[in-house]
């Protein structure tokens, strides 16, 4: 949906600048050099509302970051218990460890994937020992 400014508008942010379009979000007028798009075809946002998106993008990643920050170390010490842990903690720990926008609470999903590691070497440790005590 695209809001069509009227024709006697001026941007906000330019006084004398005949608007393009009105903000999707605020309704403020906005002109051509002021507006913000997602993409080529979405409706155009203001330069403040743009700030305001592009901050809230970031909390929700950093949000979701940390949650699989703090997952990615709890399946590593799980990992002991059951081979299928010790898989999902290698795929939460390495794709956030890759990912890399933890910050500082990165060293989690080191430790989560370290202790997956002793998991792994644990487990082969006892599978070896069944197949040769047979
Ligand atoms: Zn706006
Ligand atoms: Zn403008």
Known sequence: MTIAAPVSGQCAQHPGVSAAWACQRCGSFVCSACERRTRPDAPPLCPKCWELRAQAVHQQEKTESKRLQVGGLLVGGLSFLHPLIMVGSLV?????????????????NAVGLSLTGLA????????AFAVLHR
Do not use: S
């Open 120 to 127: 792994i070497l644990t487990w082969a440790g006892f599978i």
């Open 92 to 108: 939460i720990n390495i794709r956030e460890l890759v990912r890399g926008t933890g910050g500082e609470r990165r060293w989690m």
